[in-house]
């Protein structure tokens, strides 16, 4: 194995793993390599050290998915309470935690057009931890206001079980206040600093005086990343994996 020091890629990775801590059912979607990684590492840590096993599903997988009918099979469990935790990304995303999966400019006539919604504002209302997930972090990207709201961040007056719980990206991790409708920045990546973060990120936030850097995985978590998950992750995500295993040579 490895003794390099974690990638970027690999500090989201185990940071997802944290966000997760405690969740018993989480549920990744299609091309999800990051979230399906830090899924995958919480089951296999959570086993080495004796605690709840998690159930992790991931679209796609014939080994990870204990689903016979797919999506159809998710919306099911999600309204039924089955399913914990969920990731969504965006082609945008705004300052509320919204999220905008259909396209840029005004619509029906959009300048950009994305694949679209695929249920995700069902998710986003019933699935307790939502995380938001978006590698790139630009202005173009985490805007002031979405052009379209595919997905509500909040509901004025809409009781709601789900919602946004954080925002990983890149270059930061966030929090969300549900109460004050906004993100707060929680920590920085390695190699990166607040002034970076705030001239990226199109919308306003809440931040501390002095922003932590995010913790870096501890040598227990590299170990279980660089060898059973990534082991794992191959079965569904083989091109990402090769790229991962570049990325700790480079």
């Not at 970076?196 to 809440?206: E, L, Q, S």
Request: aromatic share 8%; with cysteine.
């Amino acid at each position: 194995m490895s003794t390099a020091p974690a990638t970027t890629r690999e500090i989201l990775i185990a940071t997802i793993a944290d966000l997760l801590d405690g969740v018993r059912t989480v549920a990744v979607g299609a091309s999800s390599p990051i979230p399906a990684a830090g899924a995958m590492l919480l089951r296999a840590r959570n086993e080495q050290r004796g605690r709840e096993r998690v159930r992790v599903i991931v679209l796609g997988s014939r080994e990870h998915n204990f689903f016979t009918n797919g999506s159809f099979e998710l919306f099911d469990a999600t309204a039924q309470g089955r399913v914990d935790a969920f990731f969504l990304g965006g082609g945008q995303i705004d300052g509320q935690a919204n999220i905008n999966l259909v396209g840029t400019g005004d619509y029906p006539t959009s300048t950009v057009r994305w694949p679209g919604s695929f249920g995700s504002a069902y998710m986003y209302y019933l699935i307790p931890l939502v995380i938001l997930f978006r590698e790139e972090h630009s202005p173009r990207v985490l805007v002031d206001k979405v052009d379209f709201v595919s997905a509500p961040g909040s509901s004025e007056g809409i009781h709601r079980t789900g919602g946004p719980h954080a925002l990983l990206t890149s270059l930061a991790l966030f929090d969300f206040d549900k109460e004050k409708k906004r993100f707060r920045l929680r920590s920085v990546h390695r190699g990166h600093t607040a002034e970076d973060v705030r001239a990226a990120t199109g919308f306003d936030y809440d931040a501390p005086a002095n922003v932590p850097s995010t913790p870096e995985p501890d040598a227990e978590t590299m170990a279980l990343l660089r060898g059973r998950v990534t082991g794992e992750l191959s079965e569904c995500y083989p091109q990402f994996v090769e790229t991962l295993v570049a990325d700790r040579a480079a």
